[in-house]
């Protein structure tokens, strides 16, 4: 018997705020954490930049990201599916 193994790697999900580079996309990811003194909640965020082979991934898609190998120096993170369509305007 196979199981499935359950994936070691982390996926994000976010908004694309830049889709200007070639095969790459910029992605915020906005979470919110309990600080650690005063016990408030704030909300913390990261960009990452993350690999779409077919520029697919448009400017305020939400989408979710997968870790990889890197690809460049700044780029650890495959786009991996869509979430929510940006709406259009």
């Known amino acids: 018997m196979t199981e499935a193994k359950p994936s070691l790697k982390r996926t994000l999900v976010g908004k694309v705020v830049s889709d200007k580079r070639a095969k790459t996309v910029t992605v ?6 309990k600080h650690e003194l ?34 460049s120096k700044t780029k650890n993170w495959v786009a991996t599916r869509l979430v929510q369509k940006a709406p259009e305007l």
């Open 38 to 71: 005063y016990g408030k909640i704030v909300g913390r965020s990261s960009k990452y930049h993350a690999h779409d082979e077919k520029g697919e991934f448009k400017l305020g898609d939400t989408i979710e990201i997968t870790e990889s190998r890197p690809i």
């Open 28 to 33: 915020l990811i906005e979470r919110r954490v």
